[in-house]
Structures are given as structure tokens and as C-alpha cells.
């Protein structure tokens, strides 16, 4: 299987990596085959493909042009690579910015919206119609993204949020998303929102209040990252409990917590090596992945298992090459059978009660 993304009926599909983190200059990494060939050269199956440039996939020509999409498929098929899902997430954190990050979040804009936040607003919104067409073009039924926020800044309550204002910015929010999702369930495809620190969906209440928020949409879904959640002290497994209908798709990142007399979850303004949460590469902090893929594989989760690299230490080649052979050891073919079958006897109403000592 190459090309489109197909589920296996229960089985976690892998290993796969998300390019964002590799694009650069120099080849391999500045052309689509160049990326596609590299990644299946290190063992991966499928491709996360980022979509806020046009340096190895043009989105808005991929929602236009079903040949285009032909012939993105066909180098695909060339180097037995999936396609998992397309991201958006930097044009999905501009369908939604608070003018206090205006001029940080203006860097990924093209130069015609900056400045502009309607005009960006616009522009974000119509890329990501763009990426439900181009994702059905593809065969893909799944879409990675950030919420954007209104409310971050309102984080911790201090000052005292005014009565009312969460659930303003919650309706806001939903009034620029549900002509999105409402596209998306056109294309037969599901958003699966990354929840990350920075977004209005950071935990699993604020993913709830945004639920609530466009009426428990279908297509508003869940991307499970559990390096955010160690971050955030979450407890990552009981997430999986509770959210397990609503995660579509997985980033596997790993991160480390810990806490010092000097800082803890909040960072005090720290570079990335001298916080006490910081991302690492696969094996390198204190994710409990074996947990993680026990929990998806007992709910039926079917989607891509999905490298991002982030480490603060390890370079990304190096995590890359240890990611595919990482993610391979963790997958769990599902159980076809009961391991005690073998002990089995037959059964009948009549043996049944004989066994529970109930006269006829």
C-alpha cells in the first residue's frame, strides 16, 4: 500500500514522519521527491506534508488540479510512501489570533495579508478549505492543524477573567471554524486538531468547550501528541481513556518534565535546554510509549503512527534515522484471539446453570 492513507481494520499504521521539521536549502530536503526518497531510505512508510509554503507541495494547485495530486501520489508510489495526512497547522493558527500575537503570528502569512489581520484571517480560512479539496483529491481522510486562540493570554486568571469571556472567545472560535468543518465533512475528511499549548485547545476542558462550542461536530477531531501533555503534567494515558473516539491521528514526540527550585511548568522565560519540559527524541525522555500504543491499539485506533522531530539536544537527522526503527518496535498487532481459548469448553444455557448450581 502506497499513496493514499487506508486503514487496516485496527492495526496502528507506521512508521511515518511529519517533514515540517526537515525542509531546508539544500538537498535532499528542498524538493518532493528529493524528501519522499530520503524518508524511505530511513525505514518510514508514510509522510506528514506541511502546506504553508510551496517549496515541495503547492496546496491550493493540489485543490485544483486532480492531475497534480496524480502525480504527487505517483512519486509516492515510486518509494512505497503513504501519504497520512496533510498539516495546516500554521494557517489554522491564524484562522484565530489575539492582536497582542499579531506581529509574531505575521511570519506565517505571505507578505500580501501582513498586517492585515482580516485580510489574514480570510486567507487562512480559505487555505484551509483549500486543504479539505486537496485532501480529498489525495484519498486522505484525516487533516492535521492548530485551533489559533483568542484566550491564551487569559491562561492563568490574573487578573480576574470578566464573567463570560471563555465562553465568548469559545463562540467566536466556533463561528470561524464551522464553515471549515462543514467543508471538511463535504470532503469526507476530519480535522484532527493538534492540542498544544499556545492554542485555545490546549487539555482535554478547553477540546470539550470548543465540543460544546460547534455543536460536537463530527469532523472536529483530535491529533494526540504526548510530549504537550508532560509539558502540561496531563495525565496522557487517562486522555486516551476519555478522548479515544475523537483521536484520528498521532505525532509521536517525546518530551521530559523536570522541576527545579527555579522553574517548573511555566518555563521562567528559559531557552529550550534550560526548561524543565523539554522535547526529545524518540527514547530520550519520559514518554511512556509502550503505554501509549497499548492504549490506542485497545481502542482500535487505525491511523499513522507519526514522528515529530523537536529535540533540543539530538540533531534531527539523527532522530530521524532512530524514529523509524523506534516506532516500528512499538507497534502492537492486535490480539485475533483470546489467549486462554485454548482452555475453552462449550457452552449452553442448560450448562451454564448446571455450573452455577441452579435446579431445573
Known amino acids: 500500500?502506497?499513496?493514499?492513507?487506508?486503514?487496516?481494520?485496527?492495526?496502528?499504521?507506521?512508521?511515518?514522519?511529519?517533514?515540517?521539521?526537515?525542509?531546508?536549502?539544500?538537498?535532499?530536503?528542498?524538493?518532493?521527491?528529493?524528501?519522499?526518497?530520503?524518508?524511505?531510505?530511513?525505514?518510514?512508510?508514510?509522510?506528514?506534508?506541511?502546506?504553508?509554503?510551496?517549496?515541495?507541495?503547492?496546496?491550493?494547485?493540489?485543490?485544483?488540479?486532480?492531475?497534480?495530486?496524480?502525480?504527487?501520489?505517483?512519486?509516492?508510489?515510486?518509494?512505497?510512501?503513504?501519504?497520512?495526512?496533510?498539516?495546516?497547522?500554521?494557517?489554522?493558527?491564524?484562522?484565530?489570533?489575539?492582536?497582542?500575537?499579531?506581529?509574531?503570528?505575521?511570519?506565517?502569512?505571505?507578505?500580501?495579508?501582513?498586517?492585515?489581520?482580516?485580510?489574514?484571517?480570510?486567507?487562512?480560512?480559505?487555505q484551509l478549505k483549500f486543504a479539505a479539496q486537496a485532501s480529498k483529491n489525495l484519498g486522505l481522510t484525516g487533516h492535521a492543524t492548530f485551533s489559533g486562540a483568542f484566550l491564551w493570554h487569559l491562561m492563568y486568571p490574573w487578573p480576574q477573567r470578566p464573567a463570560g469571556i471563555v465562553e465568548q472567545g469559545f463562540t467566536e472560535l466556533a463561528k470561524r471554524w464551522l464553515p471549515i468543518l462543514d467543508a471538511f465533512d463535504s470532503a469526507g475528511v476530519d480535522i484532527c486538531y493538534e492540542i498544544h499549548p499556545g492554542e485555545d485547545l490546549h487539555d482535554g476542558a478547553s477540546f470539550e468547550l470548543f465540543l460544546d462550542a460547534v455543536n460536537h461536530h463530527p469532523r472536529a477531531n483530535i491529533l494526540f501528541d504526548p510530549s504537550h501533555f508532560v509539558l502540561q503534567q496531563l495525565d496522557y494515558l487517562s486522555f486516551i481513556d476519555i478522548y479515544h473516539e475523537r483521536i484520528k491521528a498521532f505525532h509521536v514526540k517525546d518530551a521530559e518534565f523536570n522541576p527545579n527550585g527555579r522553574s517548573g511548568v511555566y518555563g521562567g522565560y528559559q531557552g529550550w535546554q534550560e526548561r524543565p519540559g523539554r522535547f526529545r527524541s524518540l527514547g530520550d525522555g519520559q514518554v511512556d510509549f509502550k503505554g501509549i500504543f497499548s492504549k490506542l491499539t485497545q481502542y482500535g485506533f487505525d491511523g499513522w503512527a507519526v514522528l515529530e522531530w523537536e529535540c533540543c539536544l539530538k540533531d534531527s537527522e539523527q532522530g530521524a534515522a532512530e524514529g523509524a526503527p523506534f516506532i516500528t518496535e512499538h507497534l502492537i498487532t492486535p490480539a485475533k484471539r483470546a489467549f486462554d481459548d485454548f482452555a475453552g469448553a462449550s457452552a449452553s444455557e442448560q450448562r451454564n446453570r448446571q455450573i452455577l448450581g441452579l435446579s431445573e
Open 1 to 126: 500500500m502506497s499513496g493514499k492513507a487506508k486503514n487496516k481494520n485496527g492495526l496502528i499504521q507506521g512508521p511515518a514522519i511529519f517533514l515540517a521539521q526537515f525542509l531546508a536549502n539544500e538537498e535532499p530536503f528542498n524538493s518532493f521527491e528529493g524528501i519522499i526518497k530520503w524518508a524511505a531510505s530511513l525505514g518510514y512508510k508514510g509522510v506528514q506534508i506541511p502546506t504553508s509554503g510551496t517549496q515541495i507541495f503547492d496546496l491550493e494547485r493540489a485543490a485544483k488540479d486532480q492531475s497534480y495530486c496524480d502525480e504527487v501520489l505517483a512519486i509516492c508510489n515510486k518509494y512505497g510512501i503513504t501519504i497520512t495526512e496533510l498539516s495546516t497547522h500554521l494557517q489554522g493558527q491564524l484562522v484565530a489570533v489575539h492582536p497582542a500575537y499579531d506581529e509574531m503570528f505575521d511570519n506565517f502569512a505571505p507578505g500580501h495579508v501582513k498586517g492585515d489581520p482580516q485580510a489574514r484571517t480570510q486567507w487562512a480560512i480559505e
